[in-house]
């Protein structure tokens, strides 16, 4: 079974817009953090925001939110007023802290954010 | 503070032939990743240290895909001999710890394998 799930190849979005991106995990563990991280055509991975499995609140990083369901396994990518420069591949990924696993990032498919003007 | 550092960026072989990377981390940063990224796909771990040591190299193919960091800090990758399935992106990472620190990654080589 896939650990992490992205469901959308392909998004559009209009600039100025809100946009979410979708990402379910699977896990056993208690202690486990989720990430997300935005890939551009250049190729680097550049890390956005971070959840941990123990934290109350969802994290925020400027434009970036992440709604944390933890009882539906659920770590959605919330981008405000997009931007032309936010069109890039969106990983959603999942470290868990024990196990043979451990510290291991296991990445979803990706979704490719277009943001029209 | 200076981020990931990775050479070349692209690099175009025939099969058979060998290649190496090099990966520079972020300095301090104690824990250093290799991925492998094939087009259309997510990274996929190949190899971990925790300083000189391997921590996880089960998906690393041994048979011809070798990594060292001899000293703590820089590593490289070798392949020998490449095979058209190796052509991807490889991609390097850093973190202060394992466990749930974040990784941050280096620009990636491109490989080539015609």
């Known amino acids: 079974a896939q650990k992490i799930t992205q469901t959308q190849p392909g998004m559009f979005v209009q600039e100025k817009e809100a946009v979410t991106l979708d990402c379910t995990y699977d896990t056993s563990d208690q202690s486990y953090g989720l990430f997300w991280y935005k890939q551009p055509s250049s190729g680097e991975m550049i890390f956005l925001i971070y959840?941990?499995?123990?934290?109350?609140q969802n994290a925020t990083e400027g434009r970036y939110s992440l709604n944390f369901q933890k009882a539906r396994k659920s770590a959605n990518l919330v981008i405000s007023a997009s931007q032309l420069g936010d069109s890039a591949m969106y990983f959603c990924?999942?470290?868990?802290?024990?196990?043979?696993?451990?510290?291991?990032?296991?990445f979803g498919k990706g979704t490719k954010l277009s943001v029209k003007p | 503070e200076a981020g990931v550092a990775q050479s070349p960026r692209y690099k175009i072989i025939e099969k058979r032939q060998s290649v190496a990377f090099w990966c520079n981390p972020i300095?301090?940063?104690?824990?250093l990743y290799w991925y492998q990224q094939i087009l259309g796909q997510g990274p996929k771990l190949l190899i971990q240290?925790?300083?000189?040591?391997?921590?996880?190299d089960s998906q690393l193919p041994k048979d011809r895909f070798s990594a060292e960091r001899l000293k703590g800090v820089d590593s490289t990758l070798k392949i020998q001999p490449a095979k058209l399935e190796d052509s991807a992106v490889y991609l390097c990472?850093?973190?202060?710890?394992?466990?749930?620190?974040?990784?941050?990654f280096g620009p990636g080589t491109r490989l080539t394998v015609l």
């Open positions: 990472a850093s973190s202060l710890g394992t466990s749930l620190a974040t990784q941050y």
């Open positions: 990924a999942m470290r868990e802290g024990y196990g043979g696993s451990q510290g291991n990032l296991i």
């Open positions: 240290f925790q300083n000189n040591g391997v921590v996880d």
């Open positions: 959840q941990g499995s123990y934290d109350e």
């Open positions: 300095s301090g940063h104690a824990t």
